[in-house]
């Protein structure tokens, strides 16, 4: 069956820091990656996202995931983390013969304290 | 550029009402996603319309669900009636979906339901 683990619940690095949020998928195929990043009050807002090609992806706000097939896992990381990046994080992954359905993570909250 | 746009963004109704959720969809989108977030179960799909039609309706709870699409700009998501365990937060997203790969869906705001 299709999955997506988000293994940490909250992750908590200090400003300027650099940052991982860990997403691991059990997809069958290739699958289609994606990072959503949900603040307060406030619907899923859409990161970046791995088709295919380079392995590293740059995205929104600096943030940038790695596709790694082997080890199946698409993490998300960004050099030097700010206060404003405290958010709700999700990971989300799509069959490559699914043209629409999005399996997502249990979302990973990323605390930047100061 | 208008995002998908969702109201009411909160709604507070009790046990046994109708409540009924709307959605307008990012202009031009084809594909259509009413989503549930909880605590418990993270977000499910609740239903995908494509053109306007619904394709996918497995994830819908029972039937006191429905929804609909009468066009390409506006969709609603009916509960009726209306149980506390349906209270959540409610999605809508929107993607135009092409012959590309790795088509991306743009939620909005949600609809926070609590039902007494």
């Known amino acids: 069956a299709q999955s997506v683990a988000q293994p940490e619940d909250q992750v908590n690095v200090a400003e300027g820091n650099p940052l991982t949020v860990k997403c691991t998928y059990s997809?069958?195929?290739?699958?289609?990656l994606f990072w959503y990043v949900q603040y307060p009050n406030r619907g899923l807002q859409f990161l970046l996202k791995?088709?295919?090609?380079?392995?590293l992806v740059k995205g929104s706000y600096g943030f940038e995931a790695e596709f790694n097939k082997s080890q199946t896992s698409f993490h998300l990381k960004k050099p030097s983390a700010l206060v404003s990046d405290s958010a709700l994080y999700f990971c989300?992954?799509?069959?490559?013969?699914?043209?629409?359905?999005?399996?997502f993570g249990s979302g990973t909250r990323l605390l930047v304290r100061p | 550029d208008a995002g998908v746009i969702q109201s009411p963004r909160h709604e507070v109704t009790e046990m046994g009402q109708e409540v009924t959720l709307r959605c307008k969809p990012i202009s031009g989108h084809n594909s259509l996603f009413w989503y549930r977030q909880t605590m418990m179960r993270g977000l499910e799909l609740l239903i995908y319309f494509n053109n306007n039609v619904p394709i996918d309706d497995s994830g819908m709870p029972e039937d006191r669900f429905s929804a609909k699409m009468p066009n390409a700009s506006f969709s609603t998501l009916k509960i009726q009636p209306s149980e506390p365990r349906d209270s959540a937060v409610y999605f809508c997203?929107?993607?135009?979906?092409?012959?590309?790969?790795?088509?991306?869906?743009?939620f909005g705001p949600g609809t926070r339901l609590t039902v007494l």
């Open positions: 989300a992954v799509r069959e490559r013969d699914s043209s629409y359905k999005l399996i």
């Open positions: 791995y088709i295919t090609g380079d392995n």
């Open positions: 997809v069958s195929g290739n699958p289609y």
């Open positions: 997203a929107s993607s135009l979906e092409t012959q590309a790969p790795g088509d991306t869906q743009y």
